[in-house]
C-alpha cells in the first residue's frame, strides 16, 4: 500500500490548524476549526482506501486489482454530508450568540462561577450547631456530669458566688 | 418467518413518525397523536424482539442486499433488545411528560412544533446505535441522535441555552471526528468495518496497533459517556434544557456511549490489556463525580453531577471482563436509565410547583405536595442505593464481582463504590431535607409561591401520570430484579463468549479467535 505524501502534509497541515482553531475563544473561528477537522478526516479515510485505481465501476475486462477501493469513499459521502449538517447548525447557533450578546465569543457558565466562589463554610449548616440533640430533658447532659456531678457543681456555685458579690 | 428480521421497524418506524409529524406541524394535536402511537407500535415490537431473542439467541439482519462483511448489518442480542425496550419505555414516559407540559404552559416554555419530530430522530438514532453491527453505522447511528439532541438542547433558543448549546456541540463533533479518525484507522489496518469480521481481525494485528486502536475509541466513546476527565462538558450543558430534554438526555444518550464502550471491550478487544487504566477512570469518575454533586444547590445540576458519577460504576463493571462483573453493569445500565430519567421528570415538577430548582428557594414542599415527595423519595433512594431497591441490588452485584476479582485495585474500587454511594445518600439527603422538609420560611431565599395559601402552581395530570408511572416501572425493576439479572448475566455470558454474535453475522463457518488473557489485572 503507498501511500500519497502530498496528500498526507495536507492532511497533517489541516489537523494542525484546525485544533489551533478551535482552541480559540471565537465562535466563528471554533467553527472554522471544526470544519478544518473534519476535512482532514476526510483525507485520512481516503488514504485508508489503498492504491490510488480506476472508478469503482464493473467492467467485464478489468482486472478486479485495477479498481479503487469504493467504501472509504461512501463513507467521505456520509461524513461530508454529516458535517454540512453540523456546520449549517452551528452557524445558526453563531448568528444567535450575536442576536442575544452581541458578542462572537464563549460565554462563561454563571451558576459554576458562583458555585466555585462559594466559601466552604455553609451558612445554614455550620453556623447554629445545636448542643443539645436530644428532645427529652436530661438534668445531666454529657456523660461527664453523670459521672461526676460535684464537679460539674463547683464551677457553678463559684460563678453564683461571683454574681452574689457583685 | 423470524420475528428478528423486523428489528429494522425499530429504527424506521420513529423516522417514519417524524416525518409524518413534521408533516402535521400545524396540527399540534394530530402531532401529539402521532409521535404517541408511534413510540408505542415502536415499543411494543421491541418487547416482540426481547422476547424472540430470549427464545432464540442472537440473530442477525443484512440491509440492503450486501451480505456481511459488506454490507450493514443490525444485529439483535440480549444485551441490545433489553437496551431497546428499556430507553424506549423511557422515552415514552418522557414524550407523555412533554405532552402534558406543552398543553399545561401553551407552548411557552417547551415551545415549537419541532419538538414531536426531533425527539423521534433521537429515539430512531438511538435504536440504531444499539442495534447496529457496524462501526461506520455506529458512527451513523450517534450522529442521528447528537445532531437531534443539538436541536433538542438549544430548543427556543434563549441566552443560556445557546451558550450550553455552544460547549456541547463542539464537544460532540471533537468526539465524533475523534471516533471516525479511529474508523479510518481501523479500515486501514484491517480492510472491514463489520463488527464481527472486525472481531476476527483485528486479533491478527500486533499488541501495539491494537493498542492504540483500543484506546482511541475508548476516548471517543468516554467522551459521549462522560467518564471523569472527558466529563467536564455534561454538568455544564445538561441543566440549561427544558426538563424533560434534560430527563431524556440523561437517561439515554451517556448510556449509548456506555454501551458503545461495552461492545468495544466486549466484542472487539476482548481480554484484559486495558483493564487497570479503566478501572482507575471508573473510581476516579465515581468520586470525583460525586463531590462534585456535593457543592450544588441547583438540584438539576446536582442530578447531574450524580449521573456522571454512577458511570463510574458501569465503567467498573465492564473493566473486570467477568460474568458477574459485566452482568451486573448490564443490570445497573437499565436501572439507571430508568431512575436517573424520573428524578429529572420530578425536578421539573418541583421547578413546577416551587417556582424554582434551587433548594436555596424551596422548602416544605413535602406538605405542599405530598404525591411529589413520594415521587422524588423512591427513585432518589433507589439512587442511592439503599435496600431493597434496584440500585442496592446493583451496586451489591457489582461489589460481589470486585470481591471475587479479589485484586487490590478492585478492592479499593469497592471501597470506593461504597463511599460513592453513601455521598450520593449524603446528596440527595440534602435536597430533601430542604426542599422538602424544612418550612418554606426556613429557605435563604423562599421562592413566593411556596408561602402563597391555595392551589397555586397546580401539577398537571399528564405530567404527574408519566412520571409516577417511570417510578412505577423503577419499582417493577426491582420486583423483578430476579428475572432481569438472569437475563443480563445470560447477556454478559453471550457476549463475553463472543461465537453467537459473530456466527450470526458471519455464519457457522466462521473461527472465532481465543480471547488472549495477557493477565495484566492480576
Known amino acids: 500500500m503507498s501511500i500519497n505524501l502530498t496528500l498526507l502534509i495536507v492532511m497533517g497541515v489541516l489537523y494542525a490548524c484546525g485544533i489551533y482553531l478551535i482552541l480559540e475563544r471565537s465562535l466563528t473561528r471554533v467553527l472554522l476549526g471544526l470544519m478544518l477537522l473534519a476535512n482532514a478526516t476526510n483525507l485520512l479515510i481516503l488514504s485508508t482506501g489503498g492504491y490510488a485505481g480506476l472508478a469503482p465501476l464493473f467492467d467485464k475486462e478489468t482486472a478486479s486489482t485495477q479498481y479503487n477501493d469504493p467504501l472509504p469513499q461512501a463513507l467521505i459521502l456520509t461524513s461530508i454530508v454529516i458535517s454540512f449538517a453540523v456546520t449549517a447548525f452551528m452557524l445558526g447557533i453563531i448568528y444567535r450568540t450575536w442576536a442575544l450578546a452581541r458578542q462572537d465569543e464563549i460565554q462563561d457558565d454563571l451558576e459554576d462561577r458562583r458555585v466555585a466562589r462559594t466559601p466552604s463554610f455553609d451558612a445554614e449548616d455550620d453556623a447554629i450547631v445545636p448542643l443539645e440533640t436530644s428532645e427529652f430533658v436530661v438534668t445531666a447532659s454529657t456523660p461527664e456530669e453523670r459521672l461526676h456531678p460535684e464537679a460539674t457543681e463547683t464551677p457553678k456555685t463559684a460563678s453564683s458566688r461571683e454574681g452574689g458579690s457583685a | ?522
Open chain 2, 1 to 522: 418467518m423470524n420475528l428478528a428480521n423486523l428489528s429494522p421497524l425499530a429504527v424506521l418506524l420513529p423516522i417514519l413518525g417524524a416525518a409524518l409529524a413534521f408533516v402535521l406541524i400545524r396540527h399540534t394535536a394530530a402531532q401529539r397523536v402521532v409521535s404517541i402511537v408511534i413510540l408505542s407500535a415502536t415499543l411494543l415490537l421491541e418487547c416482540l424482539l426481547l422476547a424472540s431473542v430470549w427464545e432464540g439467541g442472537t440473530t442477525s439482519v443484512t440491509l440492503g442486499g450486501w451480505l456481511p462483511p459488506w454490507g450493514v448489518v443490525l444485529v439483535v442480542d440480549q444485551f441490545s433488545s433489553l437496551m431497546l425496550v428499556v430507553s424506549t419505555v423511557v422515552s415514552l414516559a418522557v414524550l407523555i411528560y412533554a405532552t402534558g407540559q406543552g398543553m399545561a404552559d401553551g407552548d411557552q416554555e417547551a415551545p415549537v412544533s419541532i419538538f414531536h419530530p426531533t425527539y423521534l430522530i433521537l429515539v430512531a438514532g438511538v435504536s440504531n446505535a444499539f442495534l447496529t453491527g457496524d462501526l461506520f453505522n455506529l458512527y451513523v447511528g450517534f450522529e442521528i441522535l447528537l445532531t437531534a439532541s443539538y436541536v433538542l438542547m438549544t430548543l427556543g433558543g434563549t441566552g443560556p441555552r445557546i451558550r450550553a448549546g455552544v460547549t456541547y456541540v463542539v464537544v460532540s463533533v471533537v468526539s465524533s471526528v475523534l471516533f471516525l479518525i479511529a474508523i479510518a484507522m481501523i479500515y486501514g489496518a484491517t480492510g472491514t468495518i463489520t463488527m464481527a469480521d472486525l472481531a476476527i481481525k483485528l486479533a491478527e494485528l500486533d499488541q501495539g496497533t491494537q493498542n492504540l486502536l483500543h484506546v482511541m475509541l475508548l476516548v471517543a466513546f468516554g467522551i459521549k459517556a462522560a467518564v471523569f476527565p472527558l466529563s467536564f462538558w455534561l454538568p455544564d450543558s445538561y441543566p440549561t434544557a427544558p426538563a424533560p430534554v434534560t430527563a431524556v438526555f440523561a437517561g439515554l444518550l451517556t448510556k449509548v456511549g456506555v454501551y458503545a464502550m461495552v461492545r468495544t471491550e466486549t466484542l472487539l478487544f476482548p481480554g484484559d490489556t486495558l483493564n487497570v487504566p479503566l478501572m482507575v477512570v471508573a473510581l476516579l469518575t465515581m468520586v470525583v463525580g460525586i463531590l462534585g454533586a456535593l457543592a450544588q444547590s441547583d438540584i438539576k445540576r446536582l442530578l447531574s453531577f450524580t449521573l456522571v458519577s454512577h458511570i463510574g460504576y458501569m465503567v467498573f463493571g465492564l473493566a473486570m471482563s467477568s460474568i458477574t462483573g459485566l452482568g451486573a453493569a448490564v443490570f445497573y445500565v437499565a436501572h439507571h436509565i430508568t431512575v436517573q430519567t424520573s428524578l429529572f421528570l420530578v425536578t421539573g415538577l418541583i421547578e413546577r410547583r416551587g417556582g424554582s430548582s434551587s433548594i436555596d428557594r424551596l422548602g416544605g414542599l413535602a406538605k405542599l405536595s405530598p404525591l411529589l415527595a413520594l415521587l422524588f423519595f423512591v427513585p432518589a433512594m433507589n439512587l442511592a442505593g439503599i435496600p431493597p431497591f434496584s440500585g442496592f441490588l446493583g451496586k451489591l452485584g457489582l461489589l460481589q464481582a470486585g470481591v471475587q476479582l479479589g485484586t487490590p485495585l478492585a478492592i479499593v474500587l469497592v471501597v470506593g463504590g461504597v463511599v460513592t454511594s453513601l455521598l450520593t445518600l449524603l446528596a440527595i439527603a440534602r435536597v430533601w431535607n430542604r426542599a422538602f422538609w424544612r418550612k418554606p420560611e426556613d429557605a435563604e431565599y423562599p421562592d413566593p409561591v411556596l408561602q402563597t395559601p391555595g392551589n397555586v402552581g397546580v401539577l398537571p395530570r399528564t405530567m404527574v401520570g408519566s412520571t409516577a408511572g417511570l417510578v412505577v416501572f423503577g419499582v417493577a425493576l426491582t420486583v423483578f430484579a430476579g428475572p432481569l439479572f438472569h437475563l443480563a448475566d445470560g447477556s454478559a455470558e453471550i457476549m463475553l463468549d463472543r461465537t453467537a454474535y459473530i456466527h450470526s453475522v458471519l455464519g457457522d463457518s466462521a473461527q472465532v479467535p481465543s480471547v488472549g488473557q495477557s493477565g495484566a489485572a492480576r
